[in-house]
């Protein structure tokens, strides 16, 4: 296939994202939060408790002792995310009402990475100390107040005077979060670099909140003040100059007669700029000294690119803001843990301790051996400490369970936690139930998708709108390039009529039912594979020109695409049938399952086998559960496993019963790493303890995440009920466990979305298979 259409402009790219964005803020309503009743109000009793009379005897507890708000109320675990719109991303002073979408996107990340509640507030204030009045009188609301985007130099005095006057934990996160970061990625480089903190000298562009705040950090562990240059707009910090200064700026003025950062970057070992994109060119970068540490973090454009510093300096350490490069340091690396780890313990302020223990986490994560979950979850990408692998990936699950513990930890020896963490082995467990219950299971597939070599990923029903429509997104998302199964000009008809910018050949490819010149080899290829299974000659030319799952699987099976999915109408049988011709079974496999996991408001479930085998025996149970297991450890999920009968513990000698019992014999000898337990209830296999208290010996700890039913009966209509009235319908899945080659057949109540996951899926399965 030719294509002559010229590539989208940059121009065309930034109008795109433009329309995409203000649609994504407007529909299905606009805005990206919600409030949402913790509590259930069904009837009059449940009024009375909520309201009038029954909230009366939280007033007055909390009345007698003002810490009772912490356990009656919902402040412990609600974080204020004030500004003034003064200083806002990329953007400047654009006012308070125009920063709101940034504020409530700040409040989706504090939710989505560590579960905290927020409520955005902007503020129509400029003067600082008005300013510090409006937010103290918020303090009753609160458990802590994240100040975002005010402008330097009255950031610093805002957070100073709310630190004297409040008792709850204030954090300006454009100075700290972005200094926690820079510290931790500061310590592995220099360690890389193999270059003592205390002996390099460090030149900074920029002496903004952000870039002081980080130079504040980085003498606090190790870095010399007499070893600092900083520049800016007017050029170097020295002392005696009086243009753009401030009290907080002239701590760092050097007594120098340079002036410019062509100047004083002679010889330097770390270059950090928080300024303008461009402003380090690559003849400076050449005079630095032998293996140069760049942190060009100015968003969108790096004060240099990675390439241009490479270009003058092979032996170049860099880190950026962006996530196209690697080492990005981003500050959500940090500040949803660091408040989880405040909250949790009842902190009454961020101390400097709690800042450098999670400074250290961080550091200490990316320098940690990579667990088998992690490394499988990031599939295909080289998780090695060194000089491209600084810092951790922000998707990783393991930064919840480092960094609020460090943080909580912190709080309590600095004697600021009201509420110290007594059992931190069950806080972590505690950390790490919700890290797998926040919808992050696909962000690490997605990152392994995107980073690997472009995969092709066919789909059988290429006409249907929301397999279009998913194509769509993984084309912008960069994930895989779409083969569509289909008649080329339905599908060219339905991309038009649907709004959608995709164009054949530039961002998708076409096999053409009607006229396709591999037709006679796919035929005849079909046909010797299953001529003795009743499939003649006459019946392989009709089904290649008809089944569409057997057309894709055929592409696989040739090598002319990566990977393939189904399965968006019809039965899962209909197009197993021919996956199994064509592809067939793993190695050492005996039977295909069905894996579905639903992302639940407080957990996340995987369910077997919810759609191949109708009543397996225990054997085939053992092995699907098996497949399962590994299956969520490349998600990164330990898997706690339960088989799950009417019976419990041995109550009943009914033959499903029995079945589950023989499973668990089976899977102790042949998975003895897997923790599993059963058979049980439903309830005692999600409420770890429940089940401790009925079975103290139980071989499963905690609540299980792996469910295993005895029939397709229970466990397909156990996860449709679960999705529909717990899950909201968010689900990843069906997962096909047991096959050859990368496929994934899905369900006719697949959403776009859940295409997409898959898509990303079968890339990761393309990859791991290399």
């Known amino acids: 296939m030719s294509d002559n259409t010229a590539p989208p402009t940059p121009l065309d790219k930034r109008a795109l994202l433009r329309r995409a964005a203000l649609e994504y803020h407007e529909f299905p309503k606009p805005g990206k939060v919600a409030i949402a009743a913790t509590k259930p109000m069904a009837n009059q009793h449940d009024l009375a408790l909520a309201y009038s009379p029954g909230v009366a005897a939280p007033c007055e507890e909390i009345v007698k002792d003002p810490n009772a708000a912490f356990k009656y109320t919902s402040r412990g675990n609600l974080v204020g995310v004030i500004s003034n719109g003064t200083a806002v991303l990329g953007l400047g002073d654009i006012g308070a009402l125009a920063s709101k ?15 905290v509640d927020v409520f955005d507030i ?49 954090f300006h996160d454009d100075q700290h979060g972005t200094a926690i970061t820079v510290a931790a990625a500061m310590i592995n480089a220099l360690k890389v670099a193999g270059k003592n ?18 130079l504040n950090l980085l003498l606090e562990v190790g870095l010399r003040r007499e070893n600092v240059f900083v520049t800016d707009l007017a050029g170097v910090v020295y002392v005696g100059r009086t243009e753009l200064m401030d009290e907080d700026k002239a701590l760092f003025a050097r007594d120098t007669d340079m002036r410019k950062l062509s100047e004083v970057i002679a010889d330097a070992d770390v270059f950090i700029g928080l300024s303008a994109g461009g402003v380090l060119k690559p003849e400076m970068v050449a005079r630095m000294a032998p293996r140069p540490i760049i942190f060009a973090l100015a968003n969108p454009n790096p004060e240099i690119t990675p390439e241009d510093a490479k270009s003058v300096r092979d032996d170049v350490i860099m880190a950026t803001g962006r996530t ?42 990316a320098q940690a051996e990579q667990s088998e979950e992690v490394a499988a979850a990031y599939v295909g990408e080289p998780l090695v400490f060194g000089a491209e692998y600084l810092i951790p990936k922000p998707f990783d699950p393991r930064l919840m369970m480092k960094i609020a513990p460090a943080v909580a930890q912190a709080a309590a020896d600095s004697g600021v936690a009201q509420r110290p963490i007594q059992d931190m082995d069950a806080y972590r ?48 998302e960069r994930v895989a390039r779409p083969t569509l199964i289909g008649r080329p000009a339905i599908i060219a008809q339905r991309i038009e009529k649907f709004g959608l910018r995709l164009e054949q050949g530039r961002d998708y490819d076409v096999v053409n039912v009607e006229d396709d010149h591999r037709y006679r080899d796919f035929w005849q290829s079909y046909h010797r594979m299953t001529e003795r299974k009743g499939i003649t000659a006459p019946i392989a030319k009709i089904e290649m020109r008809r089944r569409l799952t057997l057309i894709g699987a055929m592409l696989l099976h040739k090598g002319e695409v990566d990977g393939l999915i189904c399965g968006t109408w019809g039965q899962t049988t209909h197009h197993l049938n021919y996956i199994d011709q064509v592809l067939g079974k793993r190695a050492g496999v005996e039977t295909y399952a069905c894996m579905n996991g639903l992302l639940l408001p407080d957990r996340q479930v995987f369910l077997v086998d919810t759609h191949v085998n109708y009543d397996p025996t225990p054997e085939q149970l053992c092995e699907i559960t098996i497949m399962a297991a590994e299956e969520m450890m490349r998600f990164g999920i330990k898997p706690k496993c339960a088989l799950l009968s009417h019976s419990n513990f041995g109550s009943s000698v009914q033959p499903s019963a029995v079945k589950m019992r023989a499973t668990l014999e089976l899977l102790r000898v042949q998975a003895p790493w897997l923790e599993v337990d059963g058979e049980m209830h439903g309830d005692v296999a999600l409420n770890g303890k429940a089940r401790s208290a009925l079975m103290p010996n139980s071989t499963l700890v905690g609540d299980a995440n792996l469910l295993v039913l005895p029939n397709i009966d229970a466990a397909n209509i156990s996860y449709n009920l679960l999705k529909t009235a717990a899950g909201g319908g968010i689900a990843i899945g069906p997962v096909l466990l047991g096959a050859a080659q990368p496929v994934h057949v899905l369900t006719p109540s697949a959403t776009v979305r859940r295409i997409v996951n898959m898509t990303a899926l079968t890339v990761a399965d393309a990859n791991a298979a290399r």
């Open 101 to 115: 979408p940034v504020m409530e996107g700040k409040g989706v990340l504090f939710k989505k990475f560590a579960g």
């Open 122 to 170: 902007e503020i129509d204030e400029k003067d600082p100390q008005k300013l510090v009045d409006v937010i103290a009188a918020l303090e009753p609301t609160f458990g802590a107040i994240n100040l975002e985007d005010i402008k330097a130099p009255e950031c610093f005095f805002v957070e100073r005077e709310l630190r004297k006057r409040l008792k709850i934990p204030v």
């Open 197 to 214: 903190i205390g002996e390099v000298k460090l030149v900074a562009s920029g002496a903004g909140a952000a870039a002081l705040a980080c």
């Open 324 to 365: 196209d490069y690697p080492n990005q340091v981003n500050n959500v690396l940090c500040f949803p843990y660091i408040f989880r780890g405040a909250l949790d313990c009842g902190a009454t302020t961020i101390t400097l301790e709690m800042e450098i223990a999670a400074v250290h986490a961080i550091a200490d994560l």
């Open 429 to 476: 467990e505690q950390l790490q139930t919700f890290v797998y219950a926040s919808g992050t299971t696909m962000k690490p597939i997605f990152t392994a998708a995107k980073q690997a070599a472009r995969k092709r990923v066919a789909y059988a029903e290429g006409e249907e709108e929301r397999v279009l429509r998913a194509a769509q997104i993984v084309v912008d």
